[in-house]
């Protein structure tokens, strides 16, 4: 059997790799445990990574046979852009909304126990790793869950 989150995040990549974004290759749209650019090269770049956060379980929901679990799923835009202010910045930002558009949809297609779904939009840059030389851009995807018990 396997896990619901584990088929949340492939599904994610799915539709991230359906997307078609452009410079964004298949094998560039990588589920890791922890996201991270720590081994990348700079063919590597640029990428999406998927990565599981913390799920919460919801008590108020659900019913005597369900419960309400919601599956946080973080989004990583990431790309080697040396600190660079215009460089690629639409791509970036079309990349950005793109994903957080597509996945404003309700329902997750593939992972039956799904029921809803909603997107926290996070830093379009984050600074920190800009001044590191590195684009960073995430956003948290939330899948809820009606799990039966």
């Known amino acids: 059997m396997t896990a619901i989150l584990e088929s949340i995040l492939t599904t994610v990549k799915s539709e991230i790799e359906f997307l078609t974004l452009t ?7 990588i589920i890791q445990k922890v996201p991270s650019t720590r081994n990348f090269t700079s063919t590597d770049f640029p990428a999406i990574l998927i990565a599981p956060g913390t799920p919460k379980y919801n008590s ?11 599956y ?34 309700p329902r997750l297609a593939g992972v039956d126990s799904v029921v809803n779904s909603y997107v926290s939009p996070g830093a379009v840059v984050d600074p920190g790793w800009f001044e590191a030389g590195e684009y960073h851009a995430g956003m948290t995807l939330w899948f809820i869950s009606w799990e039966t018990r």
């Open 60 to 70: 108020k929901e659900g019913t005597n046979e369900r419960d309400q679990i919601e």
């Open 23 to 29: 410079d964004i290759a298949d094998d560039s749209i």
């Open 72 to 105: 946080q799923v973080g989004v990583f835009i990431v790309d080697a852009d040396q600190q660079n202010q215009i460089l690629n910045r639409n791509k970036y930002l079309t990349w950005y909304e793109t994903i957080v558009k597509k996945f404003r949809t």
